[in-house]
């Protein structure tokens, strides 16, 4: 058997890739979008110098040096590689690392190690009741096998649902980040503000979900190794089957309670949940076909009724076009000024 456990080696593997990948992804976007950016900043300075030009800047030198330097500051750290890597990335993995330590039980400073420590548990009962089982074969021990095969299970889901959501977080926080310096580059710009705000909120949601995970994880393993060595002392005057169908009633509300954490951390932190894009998806779909999104009518939304009211189509625009006297009597009045404005009368 390897000298570490399984998730903690999966961990590992899965650790160094990401930073690879962090690494060479984030050199690349950051030398790829340099020419584009160079020119936004080139347009930016040309439209600024035409607003002066017009009057429209009251401090033409303070203004224009504060937005540069802001600018610059943003850029110099999207765009060089070595700068992101060291402030950025860094700063969001320390950060991360240091809130999963703190909630930790013990002197176990990594999760996944916590949970190689309830794999271990885990299988020393199931071998125990396994070979008793086995032993006491052809005559009986069969409660005792199925009692192993149920220990097993329950475990094994346990362990899947903590390690994989914690995997999955960590993946995705890796990703976002190394795409980040397109968006960073997009926070010195204000029409593309949006999507740096979007990106942090992402970056926020993944490090708060891990956080979660970690911390329940911490509580439910404690719980989870304090039942299995209870079991573990009392095996040979308990009731096995029906300590193993504890076990699994207790790995089953320990997964409810680790899956509702994504849509937790996502309403802290204003992202969507890891699992929440098909629930997304079927919720924009409803939208669209209760407002009519996919039906024939779709461009006449205010149609004009037998009690009165207003079109922004047909007659209504006709009608605005009239004098005031005719048409505007078939226009209501928080519609008139707008069909005016539009139609030059004003």
């Known amino acids: 058997m390897m000298a570490q456990g399984l998730w903690q080696f999966l961990s590992g593997s899965i650790d160094n890739a990401l930073s690879t990948f962090v690494t060479s992804v984030s050199s690349s976007i950051a030398s790829g979008i340099t020419p584009a950016v160079m020119a936004g900043v080139t347009i930016w300075i040309l439209m600024y110098g035409w607003t002066v030009m017009r009057g429209e800047v009251h401090e033409p030198v303070h203004q224009f040096a504060v937005r540069a330097f802001k600018m610059s500051a943003i850029l110099a750290v999207a765009l060089g590689s070595g700068a992101y890597q060291a402030n950025v990335v860094e700063f969001v993995n320390g950060l991360t690392t240091g809130l999963v330590q703190t909630v930790m039980p013990g002197t176990t400073s990594n999760v996944f190690s916590a949970i190689d420590q309830l794999d271990s548990k885990a299988f ?129 509300a320990i997964n409810v309670l680790i899956i509702q954490l994504p849509s937790v951390a996502a309403g802290i932190s204003g992202g969507a949940a890891i699992s929440g894009a098909a629930a997304m998806a079927v919720g924009a779909f409803l939208g669209r076909l209760s407002s009519g999104g996919f039906g024939g009518e779709q461009n006449q939304p205010f149609l004009k009724t037998e009690n009165g009211g207003g079109s922004i189509s047909g007659d209504a625009g006709r009608g605005a076009g009239r004098p005031s006297g005719s048409g505007d009597g078939q226009i209501p009045a928080y519609q008139r000024a707008t069909h005016e404005r539009l139609l030059g009368r004003r």
């Open 124 to 252: 020393a009962l199931t071998q125990m009741l396994w070979e008793r089982g086995t032993n006491l074969m052809p005559w009986g021990g069969i409660a005792d096998l199925i009692s192993a095969l149920i220990v097993g299970v329950s475990a094994a889901l346990a362990e899947l649902v903590m390690a994989g959501l914690l995997l999955l977080a960590k993946v995705a926080l890796s990703f976002m980040l190394a795409v980040g310096p397109l968006f960073l580059a997009c926070l010195a710009f204000g029409p593309t503000k949006r999507f740096a705000e979007g990106w942090v909120s992402k970056i926020a949601n993944y490090s708060v979900l891990i956080f979660f995970l970690a911390a329940a994880a911490g509580i439910c393993l404690s719980i989870y190794e304090t039942f299995v060595n209870g079991l573990l002392a009392g095996s040979a005057t308990n009731n096995p089957l029906g300590d193993a169908f504890s076990l699994l009633a207790l790995a089953g």
